[in-house]
Structure formats: C-alpha cells, structure tokens
C-alpha cells in the first residue's frame, strides 16, 4: 500500500532543474557514434624490492667475496 505525501513534503519535494553541461552532452555524442571506450587495464606494481635501487654500488671487496 502507498501512502500519498501530505502537509510540507509535498510543497519541497520538486525535480531539480539540470544545468546543460557541454562536457556532458559531446561525450554521450562521442558514445552513440564510437561506443563505450574499453575498460581500463590494471598493471600491476613491482614489489617495493625490485623498484628500489641500491643506495650505494657495491664494492670491488663486495663482489670479490660473493664470488668466492
């Protein structure tokens, strides 16, 4: 069952009146002729690790003992 709106709700309630936005209506143009763009693709990020550099080169000592 509905119940009608009375007393002050019906005085406020109005249809807000939209503004022509220009942005708006050449993208829903560019839609009907072109279609819906694609949907994004996520690219995943590299862990923390592997974006970072080293801070400092490792030495000649360094590379000469990991060798060993």
């Given at each position: 069952?509905?119940?009608p709106?009375?007393?002050e709700?019906a005085?406020?309630m109005?249809k807000k009146?939209?503004?022509?936005?220009a942005?708006k209506?050449v993208?829903?143009?560019?839609?009907?002729r072109?279609?819906?763009?694609?949907?994004e693709?996520?690219?995943?990020?590299k862990?923390?690790?592997e974006?970072?550099?080293a801070?400092h080169?490792?030495?000649?000592?360094d590379?000469?003992?990991s060798?060993?």
């Open positions: 069952m509905i119940k709106v009375t007393g709700r005085k406020v109005k009146v939209k503004k022509f936005s942005v209506a993208k829903a143009n560019a839609r009907e072109v279609g819906q763009p694609k949907a693709r996520v690219i995943e990020d862990p923390r690790a974006r970072r550099k801070k080169k490792s030495t000649l000592e590379i000469l003992s060798e060993e």
